[in-house]
């Protein structure tokens, strides 16, 4: 399958192309799946970092079709990682739900880029979703013994199940459903940042596009945080 125009772009921009291999599957909860690759040499020639991520190609009607995922528990020297997939009715969830060992899926590497904040916070800030756990797992195992509060929407009576890497002597979850396209996250956000971004923090968030720009704003301007201390991706455009 061609990549297209992205494809030619992301070239451009010197994207490493690699065959995921798919080794087995597992349903972690209705509405969540963990699928098990081999690498296709992804992590001898890149190397691992908190938080990385590659663009996974699926064929949608005959056209190239790109989301950006985040490796789960990548080795390095066994060369095998995992993707988690948040489903829902999509071409990537679709795939997910099908997907047998032996099938192979493309992957480009080109945009991941995460170095854990130096000096280390005194606070991690975190907010998040299904889509970014992956991701918000990887924060916390990199930085280990640092205090984390984090926000997680959920979407699903399921995503209570989700497996968050807490550690219940350093970590606190607050779970906000999520109710009015992600009005309810900002608020409670809003309300309760102010009293932790006291203690040297470190901002991370990454759930729906504008949800992720709002509370961004309100971190940098409102709170005047240094940008370096404040990390804002959109993983995910709500409908």
Partial sequence: M???WQG???KLMRGKDFTFTVTGAEQVTEDYRRVHFTDGGLLAAAGIH???WVRIWFENAGKPHQRAYTLVDP????GTFSLEFALHDGVASRWARSCAPGDTVEATLQGTGFDAPEPRPGR???VGDPASLPAVNSLLDALPGVPATVWFETQHASDEEL???LDPEHHELRRVPRRDGGADLVARVKAELPGLAESDPYVWIACDTATTRTLATYARKELALP???VHALGYWRAS
């Fill in 50 to 52: 908190p938080t990385m």
């Fill in 75 to 78: 080795d390095q020297e066994a």
């Fill in 8 to 10: 030619a772009v992301l």
């Fill in 2 to 4: 061609g990549h297209g």
């Fill in 227 to 229: 940008k370096e201390r």
């Fill in 163 to 165: 497996p968050v890497r």
């Fill in 124 to 126: 991690l800030l975190v």
